[in-house]
């Protein structure tokens, strides 16, 4: 599966958008870039994935550039209970029965 | 709802004693993890099963094992248990079909003494 770049931390005032980058150089074309939060001592809770098109659900969007070596996870209205770790995954879609592996994400803080 | 519960959520005990921790889903998902969180590791894969009396070792698998006789659970044993397996346990299942997701447990808080 291919390695994910992302930003320690960010922060983002409550009621504006949270953009989360992640980045995906080495993406191949069966992969799909998954997200994950975990807000503090739950368990990982999924958000959204995509393949190449731009994906939006009640919780957030996605967005993936067109060469796919990058995407953004938009929180459209960043609320206090957003704060929590978000972590950006990719994998093979054939991968079925495999683990996802959580890099270190980023840690949001969404700030009154 | 469908959901994936682990029990119990907070466990205390001695070095050397046997501890199950458990994990039982209602989405009929054949594949099960269990993974281990601790600070400055991430999430880190114990054990993990496709089905039935299917188990497979993880990254950490030293010190765990698992059973899976049926769909639903999933346990993991901890057969001797050591101050190094004091951790935050999570399960997860997923299941073809719905886009690889894993949908994961609340946790279990694991304190060997």
């Known amino acids: 599966d291919a390695k994910t770049t992302q930003p320690t931390s960010m922060d983002c005032a409550e009621g504006r958008a949270a953009n989360l980058p992640c980045n995906h150089s080495t993406i191949s074309g069966n992969e799909y870039v998954y997200w994950y939060r975990q807000i503090h001592s739950q368990g990982p809770q999924y958000i959204i994935h995509g393949l190449k098109n731009n994906e939006t659900n009640e919780m957030a969007s996605l967005i993936i550039t067109e060469d796919r070596k990058s995407s953004t996870l938009i929180l459209p209205h960043a609320t206090l209970r957003d704060t929590a770790v978000y972590y950006c995954?990719?994998?093979?879609?054939?991968?079925?029965?495999?683990?996802?592996?959580f890099g270190p994400g980023t840690r949001l803080s969404v700030l009154p | 709802d469908a959901e994936i519960t682990q029990s119990p959520r907070h466990k205390i005990t001695e070095t050397g004693r046997q501890v199950t921790l458990a994990c039982h889903q209602t989405w009929n998902h054949n594949n099960m993890f269990w993974y281990r969180q601790d600070l400055g590791h991430g999430l880190r894969l114990i054990h993990y099963s496709y089905g039935v009396q299917d188990t497979n070792k993880g990254e950490v698998s030293d010190g765990y094992s698992v059973s899976r006789s049926n769909t639903e659970d999933l346990p993991l044993t901890l057969e001797s248990a050591a101050s190094s397996q004091t951790s935050v346990y999570f399960c997860?299942?997923?299941?073809?079909?719905?886009?690889?997701?894993?949908?994961f447990g609340a946790g279990t808080r694991l304190s060997v003494l």
């Open positions: 997860a299942s997923s299941d073809r079909g719905q886009g690889n997701i894993q949908y």
């Open positions: 995954i990719v994998r093979a879609v054939y991968n079925y029965g495999q683990n996802f592996v």
